[in-house]
């Protein structure tokens, strides 16, 4: 058998990182592997204003990278992979990365959660440029300004609602006639006199490429066809998340959309496995919740690992 990790953390976003940090200074040598969105949601993120300790803001890619050179200090080690399949019915724990396999005693899934995006090369090119994933993170970057928000759910309408403390207008987008949102979020949205709704549209392109900032968006009628521009500063994409734990289903417990179950913050069903960040938390998906979490998750391998004497 391959060498033996004490523990192994799936994921570089804060809650991995910080999970990483934890567990180096705790003699523990984790092996971090990044995944396909190395840094997580933070890299795709401009100006960071809401995490503690920077009163000017950080870029969010710099934070990661101080995040990482701060693991690596203690002792941290990176390694490029993404997780095929485990085998969590095993001491130690199999991580099928491909190409090799691992060996873990304990396991720390920071995988995150991807945002659903309309995959669009405009939107992609934009992302960072006024069109985002996160109300919360940037809503204030568009105080006085009108705005966009595709989706027809729970996540869209929340994302309108709380983008009106900034924004002078937001057009909610919807591709259908009808809403999946629950009947008082919906509501809410129709009375507040700041939203406007388009259903049946369709965004096609989004503008601004060239200036790499966002102009506005081209759409399409859904029932006729017809073409239109809107004229906006930022588009907010509210469409939802994809967790990144379709490998463990079936050994941990997993909701109906996917996200990790977890008891006591960061524990999974399975001794010796635990979930921290977006994969596990579909109510806040911050950067400082997710560095919170991570914390927790390393301190209980920690616990875990000398209670069985390693």
């Known amino acids: 058998m391959s060498e033996i990790h004490d523990t192994v953390i799936l ?4 809650a991995g990182l910080t999970a990483a940090i934890y567990a180096a200074r705790a003699n523990l040598k984790p092996l971090v592997l990044e995944g396909h969105e190395p840094g997580g949601q933070l890299s795709i993120t401009t100006l960071v204003e809401n995490f503690p300790g920077w009163p000017e803001g950080i870029q969010g890619p710099q934070l990661i990278e101080n995040m990482k050179q701060q693991a690596s200090r ?7 992979g993404h ?3 485990a085998d969590l ?3 130690p724990f199999v991580l099928n990365l491909g190409s090799e396999t691992i060996h873990t005693r304990t396991l720390i899934i920071a995988s995150g959660a991807s945002a659903r995006w309309l995959g669009l090369p405009s939107e992609q090119a934009l992302i960072g440029h006024g069109v985002s994933s996160c109300a919360t993170c940037d809503g204030f970057f568009f105080s006085g300004k009108e705005i966009a928000v595709v989706g027809g759910g729970d996540s869209a309408m929340e994302e309108a609602l ?3 403390r900034f924004a002078n207008k937001v057009t909610l987008l919807h591709r259908r006639d009808h809403f999946r949102a629950s009947k008082i979020m919906l509501e809410r949205a129709i009375a507040h006199p700041k939203i406007a709704f388009m259903s049946n549209t369709a965004v096609e392109e989004v503008l601004g490429v060239e200036q790499k900032e966002v102009a506005g968006v081209r759409l399409r009628d859904t029932a006729t066809g017809a ?3 809107l004229a906006i500063s930022g588009l907010f994409l509210g469409i939802g998340h994809e967790p990144n734990a379709k490998m463990f289903a079936g050994q941990i ?3 109906a959309d996917g996200y ?3 008891k006591d913050q960061v524990h999974t069903r399975v001794p010796g496995v635990y979930a921290c960040g977006d994969v596990q938390d579909r109510r806040y998906r911050q950067a400082i919740t997710a560095a919170g979490s991570g914390c927790m998750a390393a301190l209980e391998v920690e616990k875990y690992l000398e209670e069985h004497g390693h």
């Open 260 to 262: 990790v179950l977890t």
């Open 11 to 14: 994921g570089s976003g804060c």
């Open 253 to 255: 417990d997993l909701d």
């Open 89 to 91: 019915s095993k001491r």
């Open 83 to 85: 997780l095929v399949s």
């Open 74 to 80: 203690f002792g941290t080690t990176f390694r490029m």
């Open 162 to 164: 709380f983008l009106t």
């Open 227 to 229: 073409q239109s521009t």
